[in-house]
């Protein structure tokens, strides 16, 4: 499925920005813009149909902006190129998990001996509380 969705080129929609990272480094820290920032607006993407949008935009309702696009970053790594393919990998499996379509549930009924038991076992609890009560005078 994930080869399925790469072959999409969904890479050409993609925008990236980046930034310092914040946190400890040192001067490699304050110089270089290694975090990563993956943007892809889904409401204008090409690549996928009315259907993907809306179950996109159902299903991650809250990485979403108001304008339609789908935020991520990466800033683990001091590279810039490693930020960026873990970004990409976040994005693909965001994206893959968000577009699978759920099985359909299948109703079932108890069998009868599942039945059975369940009532034998009822009654046995029963019996077994009935003897916690004070005898009758």
Known sequence: MRANIRNRELEKE???NTSRSGGPGGQHA???ETSVELRFDISNSSSLNR???RRLFKKLGNKITKEGELIITA???RSQARNKEEALEKFFAI???ALKVPKKRKPTKPSKAAKEKR???KKKHGEKKSYRKPPDV
């Open 119 to 121: 009532l034998k076992e």
């Open 30 to 32: 304050n110089k270089v």
């Open 14 to 16: 993609i925008k990236f």
């Open 51 to 53: 259907q993907e949008k």
């Open 75 to 77: 800033e683990n790594s």
């Open 95 to 97: 994206i893959e998990e």
